[in-house]
């Protein structure tokens, strides 16, 4: 474990060569949500090139690949990471690069199954759902257009 810290720290550091900490938000040991808009001016590029530089860096240095998601908002990043980088295939070098807006959510996630997939939809709450006949995102949507 201890391995493994010193090492998230590490790629931390990294992220810090690109981003101010207090854009930074770590969410677990191995998972960040970082705020790159401020920064697109400045390193004159798009979310998905900066992405790119930092998850470059961190394979170099550490010999780690990395999935990155771009979301128009904090829960369309990590349903990015949790539903659509998974279905994704990796790059030679073993990277992800998810994206997700309001769009694209609707587009490609309407009718995914398992509902517990998405973010804070725990077993306990996916019963509340089920006994309302909600098994996926457009049930809901469906739902709230018969009120």
């Known amino acids: ?3 493994y810290e010193e090492v998230s720290a590490y790629i931390y550091g990294i992220y810090l060569r690109y981003i101010s900490a207090e854009d930074i938000h770590v969410y677990s040991i191995d998972e960040a949500f970082i705020d790159v808009t401020p920064y697109l ?3 004159d590029c ?3 090139e900066l992405a790119d530089r930092i998850i470059s860096d961190v394979y ?3 010999g780690i690949t990395a999935t990155v998601v771009i979301g128009t908002n904090l829960y369309l990043a990590k349903v990015a990471m949790d539903i659509v980088a998974k279905h994704m295939t990796p ?3 073993g990277f992800k690069v998810a994206e997700l807006n309001e769009h694209t959510y609707w587009e490609q996630l309407w009718d995914h199954q398992p509902i517990t997939d998405f973010w804070r939809v ?3 709450y ?3 759902l089920d006994r309302l006949d909600i098994h996926k995102v457009i049930d809901q949507y469906n739902r709230e257009g018969e009120a």
Do not use: D, F
């Open 1 to 3: 474990m201890k391995l």
């Open 41 to 43: 001016k400045l390193y």
């Open 46 to 48: 798009n979310p998905v």
């Open 60 to 62: 170099r240095e550490t």
């Open 91 to 93: 790059t030679k070098v």
């Open 122 to 124: 725990g077993k306990g």
């Open 126 to 128: 996916a019963r509340r």
